[in-house]
């Protein structure tokens, strides 16, 4: 069994900043992909911010210069950086990973249960 762990997340005024973390545990190596979806209110999931093995970023266009995406690949951990939030940036933000299963060897992936980031003043 593998699972994500969220932390983070919160009530924050518009402008501030937020640090997302998540933590990666269980029978599993080579996470070769880890990044945050968000779903806001009324809105379906999206991609905020992606990461691989290799260091390789993308990131939402919504987001692009005030987010910062890391991972340590050691660790097996993913942290998200958003500078100057918007009332927009209120979300429940996930934490998701690609890798591959011990067990199995064969690719998969997981979700975390998510984490409230809400932006108002």
């Known amino acids: 069994q593998v699972q994500l762990v969220e932390s983070g997340g919160g009530l924050v005024q518009p402008g501030g900043s937020l640090r997302l973390s998540c933590a990666a545990s269980?029978?599993?190596?080579?996470?070769?992909?880890m990044g945050w979806y968000r779903q806001g209110p009324g809105k379906q999931r999206d991609l905020v911010a992606r990461?691989?093995?290799?260091?390789?970023?993308n990131y939402a266009d919504s987001v692009k210069g005030r987010t910062t995406i890391s991972r340590d690949n050691a660790k097996n951990t993913v942290s998200l950086q958003m500078n100057s939030l918007k009332p927009e940036d209120t979300a429940v933000y996930y934490c998701?990973?690609?890798?591959?299963?011990?067990?199995?060897?064969?690719?998969?992936?997981?979700w975390g249960q998510g984490t409230l980031v809400t932006v108002s003043s």
């Open positions: 998701h990973a690609g890798f591959f299963a011990i067990a199995t060897m064969r690719a998969t992936d997981a």
């Open positions: 269980g029978s599993m190596f080579s996470i070769y992909t």
């Open positions: 990461i691989t093995s290799g260091g390789s970023t």
